[in-house]
């Protein structure tokens, strides 16, 4: 299993960006799907989780209601749409898939068996 994340880049305070995770392999359907991030010195944390079917979806406090993950199983592609960027989301973002799927938010690292390798975002006030 490989994922390719995209869609980083430098913007503004204020606007949106679009991150893209394409996985290969047959079985994307069945895996529960995350965004990470991480910041230079800083541990990496939970951004947003989504089930295998789209049916449920979580996030970390600081990005409700202005982050939004959702997936499209056909194309084997999760997406973070990101709006109202604040310079404190810089960093580097990353997707990662969970095949056992076998949690409950998929909130924490260690859920999760393969990992994308980043993109950055930076953010300007």
């Known amino acids: 299993v490989q994922l390719q994340a995209s869609g980083g880049g430098l913007v503004q305070a204020g606007d949106s960006l679009r991150l893209d995770c394409a996985v290969s392999?047959?079985?994307?359907?069945?895996?529960?799907m995350g965004w990470f991030r991480q910041a230079p010195g800083k541990e990496r944390e939970f951004v947003a989780s989504?089930?295998?079917?789209?049916?449920?979806?979580y996030y970390e406090e600081s990005v409700k209601g202005r982050f939004t993950i959702s997936r499209d199983n056909a194309k084997n592609t999760v997406y973070l749409y990101m709006n109202n960027l604040k310079p404190e989301d810089m960093a580097v973002y990353y997707c990662?898939?969970?095949?056992?799927?076998?949690?409950?938010?998929?909130?924490?690292?260690?859920?999760?068996?393969?990992w994308g390798a980043g993109t950055q975002v930076t953010v300007s006030s």
């Open positions: 990662a898939a969970d095949s056992t799927a076998a949690g409950n938010r998929w909130s924490g690292a260690y859920e999760y068996d393969y």
């Open positions: 392999g047959r079985s994307f359907g069945s895996y529960a």
């Open positions: 989504i089930s295998w079917d789209g049916g449920s979806t």
